[in-house]
């Protein structure tokens, strides 16, 4: 049996030196949380306190191997924003006013889902779990690349959840085959995203694919799809998004199409949460 803690609870502690002692443990975003969640009509200051002041720590950051995490908020003024009007990920598009999003150390999506499966039976369980929302769009996703604006200079993608940027914008793009969706990445990576960086307030894209969720996963949140078709990208702002939406992000939809590789099925901005306050929950709707 594991060392018992001064409260008498055996937290089989004896094993933790054990495993930190293998495994990868380097800095690389291997892996990320993307979650977009709605909450229900009239609990958005519940919802948001639950999530702030339980949720983000004990159902995330105090896992192993998620070592980064931010949420981001989406008022109404940057709902309307939102396209394509008839979206694959929202419905309606304005759906998902929170977003949350977390690096996972690369190589440790196993250990960490893992654990993931069982600490949320664990919160569900003790009734730490609030029923008052949807997950709109909620995948484990693998990173696939990241392309900077300005080269070596500046924050790196293991930055991008601490650094503090004041907007992201999340771009989810379908190719039209899982063959496709290597030749669409490619052209994101090496043909289009550069060229969209340069002279913009976005300082980093990274760029990911969505996993399967176990079949041991909580039943209130859906499997994940397009797991062999789907891009998702995360564009790291150095200002609002809505000082710059017109400029530089109205018509991704366009581009995307133009290239013949894909369709864009999501085009939606977020602001940074201030933690610890209800700030934005009262502009949601």
Not at 16 to 28: D, S
Not at 89 to 106: F, H, K, N, Q
Not at 174 to 179: I, N, S
Not at 202 to 216: E, K
Request: glycine share 10%.
């Amino acid at each position: 049996m594991g060392e018992e803690t001064r409260s008498g609870e055996d937290t089989r502690s004896d094993v933790y030196a054990e495993l930190a002692a293998v495994g990868p443990y380097g800095v690389r975003p291997g892996h990320a949380l993307i979650t977009m969640v709605e909450p229900h009509p009239g609990h958005e200051f519940a919802y948001n306190r639950w999530y702030e002041d339980d949720h983000y720590y004990a159902g995330a950051m105090a896992m192993p191997w998620m070592y980064a995490g931010r949420r981001w908020v989406a008022t109404r003024e940057l709902q309307l924003l939102r396209y394509p009007a008839k979206s694959a990920i929202a419905e309606p598009v304005t759906a998902g006013c929170y977003l949350s999003t977390y690096w996972i150390t690369e190589g440790r999506y196993d250990d960490h889902m893992k654990w993931t499966v069982g600490i949320n039976k664990r919160l569900n369980r003790d009734g730490r779990v609030y029923r008052e929302r949807t997950h709109v769009f909620t995948a484990f996703q693998d990173h696939e690349a990241t392309v900077y604006r300005d080269g070596a200079a500046g924050p790196r993608d293991f930055h991008a959840l601490d650094h503090p940027y004041k907007g992201l914008v999340l771009e989810v793009i379908d190719a039209e085959g899982p063959r496709a969706r290597g030749e669409l990445l490619e052209w994101l990576r090496d043909r289009h995203l550069p060229g969209m960086l340069a002279g913009s307030p976005a300082a980093m894209v990274t760029v990911f694919r969505p996993t399967p969720l176990p079949g041991d996963r909580m039943t209130y949140v859906k499997q994940v799809e397009g797991v062999d078709t789907r891009l998702t990208l995360l564009w790291f702002l150095q200002e609002d998004p809505r000082k710059c939406w017109e400029a530089h992000f109205t018509g991704r939809d366009a581009a995307v199409a133009g290239s013949g590789l894909g369709r864009v099925e999501l085009v939606a901005s977020f602001i940074p949460t201030v933690p610890g306050t209800d700030l934005y929950a009262d502009q949601l709707r």
